[in-house]
């Protein structure tokens, strides 16, 4: 994927450029993951967060995850998209959602998290190595993203 990316909310009130290359690209199907996109997961880059540089008004809104740390998301003030969030957990990183990048045409998931809760219907690449839940330590994320890379 490019450097540089740049993105902005539907309404565009809020844009944003990240100015380094995403650490991992993953899925997400959690069930909160599922409600708040009224889909059937939701696809974010994990970032440096001192790497992305935004512009615009956001609202902040904090909620705990199903594997019970604290998330804060930001949300456009103006038309309630999710930018990005950030956990407790992992205070440097970043999750911005991927599908407000201007070009989402090369945007592949990496790591798949909460498969648990994967509706049967969707089917992996099969070099794909899901995790269950979701890691504790990002250093897992970022080992499984490298192992995907190796076998596409
Ligand atoms: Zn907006
Ligand atoms: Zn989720």
Not at 33 to 49: N, V
Request: net charge negative; charged share 15%; aromatic share 8%.
């Amino acid at each position: 994927m490019d450097t540089d990316l740049t993105g902005s909310c539907q309404c565009g009130a809020v844009a944003f450029t990240v100015a380094t290359a995403p650490l991992l690209t993953y899925a997400c199907f959690c069930h909160s993951c599922q409600k708040r996109t009224g889909s059937a997961f939701s696809m974010g880059l994990i970032i440096p967060t001192e790497a992305l540089q935004l512009s615009g008004d956001l609202t902040a809104w904090s909620r705990t995850s199903d594997d019970g740390n604290s998330n804060t998301r930001y949300s456009c003030s103006d038309c309630g998209n999710i930018i990005y969030g950030v956990g407790e957990s992992s205070p440097g990183l970043a999750k911005l959602q991927a599908g407000l990048l201007e070009d989402t045409r090369n945007v592949e998931p990496e790591v798949y998290i909460w498969a648990t809760s994967k509706q049967s219907w969707v089917t992996l690449p099969a070099h794909a190595q899901p995790f269950d839940t979701q890691p504790d330590d990002a250093m897992e994320m970022l080992a499984a993203a490298q192992t995907y890379r190796e076998a596409r």
